[in-house]
């Protein structure tokens, strides 16, 4: 069975198909999709009952298609299936299209690559090699671009798994990053973030925003989203890397006095913390960096 945070990122894929074109682009540096992509039913069926079913089917009017696979580990079935899905729709539609496997893991993406590919002892070959989109590295900067924050969202499920300050940092930068999305978009993506995110991430993001008794799927995570977008998101964000700026204090062994901690706590000026955040690593001490506030 599917788990909600695979399943919350194929539903957001569903709904844009515009996604896929900007994050072939991100990772390859050129648009190489349909401009006009339409959903169609993920079920492919041949004549004699086989039935294949990727996570999403997309059909441009020229008889162009795209197969989205959202794909976190390893599947030794897609050895059978993807070559499958290919001829299906190659005599379906007349052409081949485009395989699209979006993931966030290395191993699975390099696996990817070579898990379709078959050769017969006499030296025939059948093969299905995707485009990979690996959710990792530089790329994740990329991804929270201030001029396409639906892409935030991406970054955010990329580190959902791993409890380091950067990744907490790219899940703030996610969230502020989604405040700048249209209005009508703006609760989805930010409900999106939450669900995609591990219990220890939420749990993280529960201790440092507000108090709250329970943060799964249903009334209290439509609560907590309205109110990250009304009014706590600008308090909490503040929180979270003015915390950050004292664990990286902590780590490098320089202590703050009460009235340090104090100011870097009740600072909230976004620009301030943002400064303070890049020098923190390196400044000689705290004295230093707060002195180095713009």
């Known amino acids: 069975m599917a788990s909600v945070e695979h399943e919350t990122v194929v539903a957001m894929l569903r709904a844009h198909p515009e996604h896929l074109a900007a994050l072939v682009a991100l990772q390859s540096g050129q648009v190489a999709l349909p401009a006009t992509l339409a959903l169609d039913d993920s079920v492919l069926r041949g004549a004699e009952a086989a039935e294949v079913r990727p996570d999403a089917v997309y059909l441009a009017p020229d008889g162009a298609w795209v197969v989205l696979e959202v794909q976190r580990a390893q599947d030794p079935a897609k050895a059978r299936r993807w070559p499958l899905m290919a001829a299906l729709l190659l005599d379906r539609r007349g ?8 993931t966030t893991q290395p191993h699975v993406a390099a696996w990817a690559q070579e898990v379709a590919v078959h050769r017969s002892p006499a030296g025939c070959m059948l093969a299905m090699v995707p485009v990979v989109v690996l959710l990792a590295g530089e790329l994740l900067g990329r991804l929270l671009d201030p001029r396409a924050p639906a892409l935030a969202f991406y970054a955010a499920w990329a580190v959902k798994d791993k409890d ?67 009014k ?8 979270g890397k003015a915390e950050a700026v004292l664990a990286v204090l ?3 062994g320089l202590a703050a006095t009460e009235p340090q901690v104090a100011a870097v706590l009740g600072c909230r000026d976004a620009a301030v913390l943002d400064a303070w955040l890049r020098a923190v690593a390196s400044v000689p001490s705290v004295d230093a960096l707060l002195a180095s506030a713009p």
């Open 164 to 230: 380091t300050l950067d990744a907490r940092l790219t899940v703030w930068n996610a969230l502020e990053l989604t405040r700048e999305l249209p209005a009508e978009l703006r609760a989805a993506q930010a409900r999106a973030i939450l669900r995609v995110l591990s219990d220890a991430t939420l749990a993280w993001l529960k201790d440092t925003l507000m108090t709250l008794d329970d943060i799964p799927d249903g009334p209290a995570l439509r609560a907590w989203t309205l109110e990250l977008e009304t």
């Open 95 to 102: 052409v081949l299209g485009e395989l699209l496997v979006l």
């Open 250 to 252: 902590s780590a490098r």
């Open 232 to 239: 706590g998101i600008e308090k909490g964000l503040a929180r």
